[in-house]
């Protein structure tokens, strides 16, 4: 896996400077512009990811359904590549092929 390193055009706390990998957990490891790091594992990044397929659209006639969300498998949380999304996300693509989830930085700042 790369590290993505931002230059900063909007200086903005919800700006990383950089986001490397990490092994123990196995994950990513961000650095913000505000000074504050944070490590996320890929597990959790899998386990949230927000496209809409893992999400599920929750339908008001049965909010616990869930149909279209994938099984998850041990190659499911390996990541294979991580790129940049525009200026404001990344994303991943994982071992079992999946790349449509969009993480925002926002959405990233709120998970831990
Ligand atoms: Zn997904």
């Not at 700006?15 to 790091?37: L, R, Y």
Request: charged share 20%; proline share 6%.
């Amino acid at each position: 896996l790369t590290i993505l390193a931002f230059s900063v055009h909007n200086r903005s706390v919800l700006t990383p400077k950089a986001i490397s990998t990490v092994e123990n957990p196995e994950g990513i490891k961000i650095q913000w512009e505000d000074g504050s790091e944070q490590v996320l594992s890929f597990k959790t990044l899998r386990l949230e990811c927000p496209c809409a397929l893992c999400k599920g659209e929750r339908t008001p006639f049965d909010p616990q359904v869930l149909p279209m969300a994938p099984r998850l498998t041990e190659q499911s949380i390996q990541a294979q590549e991580m790129f940049k999304v525009g200026t404001y996300a990344i994303g991943f693509r994982w071992g079992d092929g999946h790349d449509s989830g969009i993480y925002t930085f926002e959405y990233l700042k709120d998970l831990s």
